[in-house]
């Protein structure tokens, strides 16, 4: 018997497929993460202001959201002292920090630019002032946009701006 040593055309292709599939979902997975993160934390944020707007409606009180960027905190209006509470022992409000390395870089209030750390005030009789809170998680950025009427999106913002 004649045996040769080593691997068939159809055993290095097969291997080399196989590496290629490998490759191809890591750089997937590594150049996504950002977008992901973003989108991810815009959607968790994007819940706790619609219970926040939700809440302000069914308890006839004003409810506030605020931001230094990597952390948020939520308000309630205190009409006695004509002031500001923080909802610090709130359980699904409470406040917290933004993970995955995901920033809050922006805030516009009827189109023009607030600093961060200004409250967004949501009103108890539903009716609010339209907002967007851009996020940034890498290179990759999302936004969450509400309108007067307290509906909250949430979406990506590519490279050039545009939404999707």
Known sequence: MNRSHGFTLLEILVVMALIVV???VAVVNLEDSGE?????????LSIMLEAARDDATYSGKALAFSTDGTGYQFWIGDDKQN?????????????????HDVRIIAQYVNGKSQHLGERLVFAADGVSE???????GGK?????????????E??????????R
């Open 140 to 152: 990759a950025r999302a936004q969450i946009v509400a309108d007067v009427l307290g509906r909250i």
């Open 130 to 136: 339209p907002f967007v809170l851009q996020l940034q």
């Open 83 to 99: 002031r500001w509470r923080s909802l610090a022992d709130s359980s699904h409000l409470a406040s917290g920090k933004l993970s």
């Open 36 to 44: 992901r993160a973003s989108l991810n934390e815009a959607e968790h």
């Open 154 to 163: 949430v979406s990506r913002v590519t490279g050039d701006g545009e939404t």
């Open 22 to 24: 490998m490759l191809g």
